[in-house]
């Protein structure tokens, strides 16, 4: 904890922020309004959660923060980089030395062995890893003896976990994870949930993570809930009862 | 079902071109086997039919078949022996001729603006009568002594026209002017020669002094059919003459080489063997992509059959339609490869200005290679496809890796590959190299690697993507890795390149090997500096003046002189050619091998003959030969058996059979030299010696001098055109291999989609993809080069061993540009799906569906 108080103090409190943010998918009378003027703060530092329903913008909201997707209206700001400013290429650029992913499924290059598909984003832009980073992050993700196996070679809840370490290696400002336990049962998935937790309480990384599920949840210091493509609410240190109740009076 | 189908090829258009791309070039290359033959057909009888077309041409030969009707070199009616003036009237008088002419055809070499005979094409002598008053471009036909035509290629090449004063030489004569009366553009000559038309009086007396014609013309009496005409003359005029139909030589001349035909359909053969792996290939990896949507059709209650029958019907559209384009392309191929032939002379008819013939058995023969190929290649994978349970529609592992090249495989592979290349060996190792375990052997080699294709594309994989991933980083070790992610996939995509190379490995190591065997024969036997001959050649092998070689051999810079003279006779039975000269200087121009006797053993009486000649015949020394000419009949003693080193044809100053000057003289009666090599005298300054012969034969127009350095260019670049019409048809299998990488590269991205989009979104840009994909291009076709190379030298060195070349030789410097241009082309060849990749949308690949 002292670690990231004292990283804190030469760094924004705000991580990554979206202001006023508008996507629209297809045109016309059949446009779909994902994201309706969106405006959210995720602190540096912390586990966020993004709730919601089907169809309630979240994974969206998330593509759009990351850089994956553009926005229609609004700002995107990633520590003090406006992402809607930038061009492909820096994009890309940004999401390899920035940004790190986790997502639901098909998180690894299946010709990779688990190891080279964690160093592969440093790998790409042509840096190295910090060795003893990474033993740690191996050590914390608690896959030492399976690092030389390939994906096909792992169970569901190892490879979500090395993915996990691939987003954490290169200690990237934020780490967006997009229902990251949507495909395990629920003790890989408590796993995987725990390992985030860590990276954020010992390392100091900020995750925001996509989910549904209320359990998920409670592993956040914060949920933000939105419907419709709009926050409506948010819910510091939500526990699992509290967000359900509160996904059950949204609909869902 | 039928709907489904349909529904199901056109929903995807990209899909549909790239599995029609393979069998498209295929079914081009049948086709336009077939357009060209046909449009050749057409040509040449378009050009017979605007002839003056003969009812009967008859020709003397001296015995046996005659041989050729045509010459290869000028398409020119091959006259084998003069006909004397009085069988021409014998033939006028036969019942049912309306008139008859004898056509004097001889050696007139028309001298050009350069003060030189005109060289490159044959010269032709010949007398022109009123009946070629239709054909004149310019002026008129010759009326006189002094007065000629010559045709309108070389009349347009020297830019000469009526009026003009020019010099002849007939004979090897002395030089005598002439004036141009017309220009003629006739079908009865083609572009190969260089006409001297007289009038029939003058030819007679220029080129037949002793009242000789080339060949007899008849024209039928009215009613009088060609082939009672021809029936007459062949009773009329007993052995030893030769009648045609006019229609007999039509159908001669307008038949395109049929060994060019096969050729051709063998390198579409070879074409279609190749493509329909693609397409196998093609058809799996699309039918792996549709897995769930074939699974969710048997859920919905289809049966395995009726799948399958879909499948198949789908392929056989892909082929109709495959074929309807490859006959389209067939017309560009025809047009392009009948340029080439043309050129080289293998067609008679320049089809390039020809509209293409299209027959209907050719459309048939299209649609029956392009639908049998895509049914032939979508069977096995139809068959797998639908072997796919219905509950895979309902689980997501559409992708699987195929790593696991069955061992079964390997061993087989590798049984037949060592077993075959032992075997090879083996052959080449006997003395005389045994050619039927060499070609077991190499048809065991050849199917040995095929087997083993994917195990050897996984090991070559390692060793030429190690250094790849050492300077590429990360993108050259996930493009090695991809290269062979299926090596089964791998392997048939490189197949066709390695077809492809091993084809032009063979051909290149069997070329230097001959190459380098013949200038190794050529700087082993012959020892003379210069080489003069008379401008043109052709099959009336022009002459020098005897004076020429009497003039050279009084420079005191030349050392030796051999003037060699030849003419076609009947030699043990057979048609061949005899050459005479003095053999005390062949030897001092030449050092054949002897094998029995010595040259210059041979007196008058004697006679020379190589050891392949002695062997056919069954000759030894001492044994009589007899020889006979139209003029005379001598039996010679065999008194030497000579060798030339095998592969050393070009330049060889004789062939088979050698006399002394005396008897050559006595036999032949025609003074004029046809070759003659003189070596220089030692210690001169270089050019000396050329200088002495230029000023010495100054008053010699037609003769042309070659020195030393070029006749060894000329020996080394004798099989060039052969090689360019072969490398041309297995380029085009190389470019069929290309279209395979390209499309497979293309499939394996669709397949791969998300794959790429999370390499986008963990930070790969678009340029690194480009360069992703590429890598894997280069990185197949590497693997291909070198299996196809490797195995196409070592079956090139084999054969060249197994012809009994004194030198093999591999061509490294060519394989290594051969190995380069394939891997620079598989680099443009992946450039649309490499944009195509870089352009993957990441949001797409990172949603899960």
Redesign the interface.
Known sequence: MAASAGQAAHVPAIAARAVEIVKTYGGGPGAVTALDHVSVEFGHGRFSAVMGPSGSGK?TLL?CMAG??SVDEGTVLLGDTDLTRLG??RL??L???RIG?V??????????TAAENIV??A????RTVDRSWLDQLIDAVGLGDRLGHKP?ELSGGQQQRVAAA?ALAARPEIVFA??PT??LDSRSGSELLAFLRRSVDEFGQTIVMVTHDPIAAAHADEAVFLADGRVVDTMAAPTAERVLDRMKALGA | MLRYTMRSVFAHKTRLLLTAAAIVLGVAMVAGTFILTDTAKAGGRNLIDRTHRADVTVRAVLGGDGGELFSDETGEFIAVRPIPASVVDRAARVDGVAHATGVIVGDAQLIGRDGHAIGGRAPLGRSIDASFTADLRAGRVPQAPGEIVIDKTTADDQTLGVGARVRVVVSGGAPLPATIVGVLDSPEFTEAVTLVGFDPATARRLLAPRGEVGYIELHAAPGIGERRLHGAVTAALGPGYQAFTGAALAAERTEPDSLIKQILLVASAVALFAGSFLIRNTFSIILAARTRELALLRCVGAGRGQLRRAILLESAIVGVLAAALGLVFGVAIAWLLGGLLHAGGAIVADVSGTAPRISPSTVAIALAVGVGTALVSAWGPARRATRVPPVAALRGDVFTLDRRASRIRAVVGAAATVAGVAAVIAGVLDDPANATYVRAGGVATSLGVLVLGPVLARGLSRVIGAPIGRVRGVVGGLARDNAVRSPRRTAATLLPLVIGLTLMGFLATLAAGTKASSVGGFDKTLRADFHLEAAGGGPHRPRMNPAVADRLTALPELAAVGAFQDIEVTVAGHNDIITGADPAAVTRVLSPEPAAGALSDLRAGGIAVSRSAAEAEGLALGSPVTVRTARAERTLTVRAIFDFPKGYFAHRPFEDYLIASADYTSLAGDPGVTQIYATARQGLAPGAARAAIDRALAGYPNVVITDRAALRRDVSAEIDPALRVYYSLFGLVIVIALFGIANTLALSILERVREIGLLRAVGMDRRQVRSLIRWEAIIIAAIGAVIGLALGTFLGWATTVTLDLPTARVPVAQLALFGALAIGAAVLAAGIPARRAARTNTLRAVTAE
């Open positions: 994974s593509h994956l997707d492909e290429r890309t650029r999401r390899r030395e992913f997502f639901q499924s098909f998180n690894l290059l299946p010709t990779l592969l984003p790998r790409l832009a042509g096909a691939r997009d229902e949507g495909n």
